[in-house]
Nanobody, 126 residues
């Protein structure tokens, strides 16, 4: 049974930092692309960033590039999201997703992810 468990969310002032974690179990971690998405109230789930299953490649959404950093720890089956320079518009529930390799992987597409965590709330006050 695959489980993705996010942690590290909370309340932070604008300009502050948070680090989210996503612990994966029940899958071969090294074979999955891991992604972070977020969803604000009344909005669709939005791509934040992803870390490919091979080659150490990463991809970032335009709104977070230069402020957020994704990393993964294969020894602990965990992916991290370091968020710096937080803005009120970053407020959302943040979700971790896992994507099997496929011939036409689309890392930024919600529907292409096979597993999801339950989410962790991030609130940025102005």
């Amino acid at each position: 049974q695959v489980q993705l468990v996010e942690s590290g969310g909370g309340l932070v002032q604008a300009g502050g930092s948070l680090r989210l974690s996503c612990a994966a179990s029940g899958l071969t971690f090294s074979s999955y692309t891991m992604g972070w998405f977020r969803q604000a109230p009344g909005k669709e789930r939005e791509f934040v960033c992803a870390y490919g299953w091979t080659g150490g490649r990463t991809l970032y959404g335009d709104s977070v590039r230069g402020r957020f950093t994704i990393s993964r720890d294969a020894a602990n089956n965990t992916v991290y999201l370091q968020m710096n320079g937080l803005k009120p518009e970053d407020t959302a529930v943040y979700y971790c997703g896992a994507q099997r390799p496929r011939s036409s992987s689309r890392w930024s597409v919600t529907a292409d992810y096979d597993y999801w965590g339950q989410g962790t709330q991030v609130t940025v006050s102005s």
